[in-house]
Structure formats: structure tokens, C-alpha cells
């Protein structure tokens, strides 16, 4: 059964939009529902998104994330230099599990 969140799906879209940002919530309130589907419809909208679920990637350091997800060098800077980023368009770096 899908339970429909459209007022989360859009306050979370929102709240990306105006900046950086900590979500916080207690097990099973919909953190990450709200990173997953706002990282697929940034995707399926051509946007730059670097979608990291830490719990699901199995990694223990840095050097295991970059292998992880085949990027090399500091994540920022490789979400800046991709073609379809710039002032208007910003890259979205979403980080999952980092508890």
C-alpha cells in the first residue's frame, strides 16, 4: 500500500531549495522516503544529485565511498563541475544514514 505524502514531498522540496539543512526525526517518521523521492525526481528531471544512502552502501572510510560510487577527489567539487549544474540549477549532495 502507498501512503501518499505529497505535503512532505513538498516541504522537503522546499526546505532543500532555501539552503543546506539537517533532517532529524525519530525511526520510521519518513526521512528517508522524503531524500529518496526527492533524489529520484531530481533525477528524472536531468538535475545533478549525488544520492548517498551510508547504510545500504556498506562502506567504513572515505576511500570506500569513492570507490562506492565511483567518484574520486572531494564530492563538492565533482557535483560543481558537472555539465547540467550551475547558479540556477544547484547539485544536490543527500546524505542518508550518517548516524
Not at 538535475?47 to 563538492?76: F, M
Amino acid at each position: 500500500m502507498k501512503i501518499t505524502r505529497s505535503n512532505l514531498s513538498e516541504a522537503f522540496v522546499r526546505f532543500a531549495h532555501a539552503g543546506h539543512g539537517v533532517v532529524i526525526g525519530l525511526p520510521g517518521s519518513g526521512k528517508t522516503y522524503a531524500l529518496s523521492v526527492f533524489a529520484r525526481e531530481l533525477l528524472s528531471q536531468q538535475k545533478t544529485c549525488l544520492y548517498l544512502p551510508l547504510d545500504k552502501l556498506g562502506v567504513s572510510d572515505v576511500a570506500d565511498l569513492h570507490e562506492a560510487i565511483g567518484v574520486s577527489g572531494d564530492l563538492i567539487q565533482y557535483l560543481l563541475n558537472q555539465p547540467n549544474t550551475g547558479a540556477e540549477n544547484p547539485g544536490f549532495l543527500l546524505v542518508d544514514a550518517f548516524d
